[in-house]
């Protein structure tokens, strides 16, 4: 039998973690990925969780629980850098894409 195929993304070891809520991201969660990819295409880097933080007016200390639950549906991974340590899966840029053509037909 062959190994089961997880859906979600690599740690920074390398290992892959199983997407733990395959619940489609919240509205609140759409805006924290869209505000990640502007600011990655702006800046050519990944912001702070205190730039997330600020950006979406939410206190600092709060934002690990935003980026461990877009962990947990695969749209956010880790980084070994210190302070800039979330980015954007391919799937979490799918979603964003997808959200972007879905507001162009309203």
Not at 57 to 71: A, K
Request: avoid cysteine.
């Amino acid at each position: 039998d062959a190994e089961p195929r997880y859906l979600g993304s690599r740690t920074t070891r390398g290992d892959v973690v199983k997407m733990q809520n395959p619940v489609p991201p919240t509205k609140r969660q759409l805006e924290l990925l869209g505000f990640m990819a502007d600011y990655h295409a702006a800046h050519g880097k990944w912001p702070s969780q205190r730039e997330i933080a600020k950006a979406m007016g939410v206190n600092s200390s709060n934002m690990s629980g935003y980026i461990r639950q877009l962990i947990g549906k695969s749209l956010v991974r880790k980084t070994t850098a210190k302070h800039r340590n979330a980015e954007l899966t391919s799937t979490g840029w799918r979603v964003i894409r997808t959200t972007e053509q879905q507001q162009r037909l309203m």
